[in-house]
């Protein structure tokens, strides 16, 4: 089997998912990113059923290439959105913070290509199992709510396990990043944080800013105490969290703290107390420009990459060539 024959069935240019990201990524980037040539994800995320069929029916009048939704399982609309795909036809479905494996038998019986995010190989086998189309191996580069291994050490180890395609995503945010995944043994990629500033991604300019502007020291994990770890970027929210992880609060305290936040910095702006999801890539992009600008660079810069691979990786031959 061709190693592309997983996305050329799903009819598009690359081998690339848009990562979902709840209250972000709308009908407007999801469209843009497969008009562009790669797999768009509209994010249902916490969002009631009536919303997320607006965005699909958006989408729809946008492009009529192919995209997908990506379902957030700890939501408490899941149930609703997980029939709302099958009842508008949708053809790709990811999934994220959890297990899907109660809703698989009904997306693959309405000919749904499902691909759920994975943190490790367990789930990834199950998932193979249940019948997952592949899996997404996210590391714990990745922003938003994570596991705990990194990219570099999953992305191997889940490819060895499965005879599914897999797909990189977390710390992939250019062509280097793309070259690495496949040398890696991954079928494609997923980019998230390298979207938020797409000119077609709606986030608030203020969100769009602080990922211009975070360096690489920017990102921190919140939530490691109360099992929902999730990655974002530094700032009076996380500092508070932290102060008051340190001062004891329970599990409840914390995560109230976390509850609407998200909304407050993609939505309101307010990037100072909400919260801003973002991969430890953050600190790599620099411009706002078009997902078909982003696309074409990062897909042109990792052939370059690829092509022109032709490394020994031998130093000196002969050790005796050292002394003189
Ligand atoms: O899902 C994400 N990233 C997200 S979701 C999100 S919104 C949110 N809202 C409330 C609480 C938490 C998050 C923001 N960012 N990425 C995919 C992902 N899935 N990362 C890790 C996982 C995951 C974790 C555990 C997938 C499966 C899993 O399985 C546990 C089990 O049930 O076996």
């Given amino acids: 089997m061709n190693k592309f024959d997983f996305f050329h069935k799903l009819g598009v240019k690359y081998p690339l998912i848009q990562g979902g990201m709840a209250w972000i990524s709308d009908s407007s980037l999801a469209s843009a990113v497969s008009e562009a040539g790669g797999i768009g994800m509209l ?5 009631p059923v009536e919303y997320v069929q607006q965005e699909i029916r958006k989408a729809k009048q946008l492009t009529a290439k192919p995209f997908g939704v990506n379902i957030m399982l700890l939501s408490e ?3 609703a959105i997980a029939r709302l795909v099958c009842a508008e ?3 790709i479905v990811t999934t994220g913070a959890g297990s899907p494996g109660k809703y698989l038998k009904m997306w693959k019986e309405h000919g749904i290509t499902v691909i759920p995010v994975v943190p490790s190989v367990a789930l990834a086998r199950r998932m193979e199992k249940e019948g997952a189309d592949a899996v997404i191996a996210e590391g714990g580069e990745a922003g938003g709510h994570i596991g705990e291994l990194t990219t570099m050490a999953l992305l191997p180890q889940i490819v060895d396990a499965v005879d599914i395609p897999v797909i990189a995503a977390g710390g992939i945010g250019d062509g280097r990043g793309i070259a690495a995944a496949f040398m890696l043994g991954a079928s494609g990629v997923q980019m998230g944080t390298r979207f938020l500033v797409a000119k077609e ?3 608030h300019q203020n969100y769009k800013e602080r990922i211009i502007k975070a360096r690489d020291i920017d990102s921190v994990v919140t939530g490691r ?3 929902h770890p999730v990655r974002v970027l530094r700032n009076k929210l996380t500092r508070r969290f932290e102060e008051l992880e340190r001062a004891g609060a329970s599990i409840e305290e914390l995560e109230a703290l976390g509850t609407g936040a998200l ?5 309101d702006g307010d ?3 909400g ?3 973002a991969g430890q890539i953050a600190g790599l992009v620099k411009e706002e420009q078009s997902c078909s600008e982003i696309i074409e660079q990062v897909f042109s810069e990792a052939a370059e990459r690829l092509n022109a691979l032709s490394i020994d990786l031998i130093v000196k031959d002969n050790p005796a060539d050292e002394r003189d």
């Fill in 271 to 273: 990037v100072a107390n």
């Fill in 275 to 277: 919260s801003v999801m």
């Fill in 89 to 91: 036809g949708i053809k």
């Fill in 43 to 47: 994010a249902a995320g916490s969002a």
């Fill in 225 to 227: 105490s109360t099992g």
């Fill in 77 to 79: 609309h899941v149930e």
């Fill in 201 to 203: 991604c709606t986030v």
């Fill in 263 to 267: 909304r407050k910095a993609a939505k």
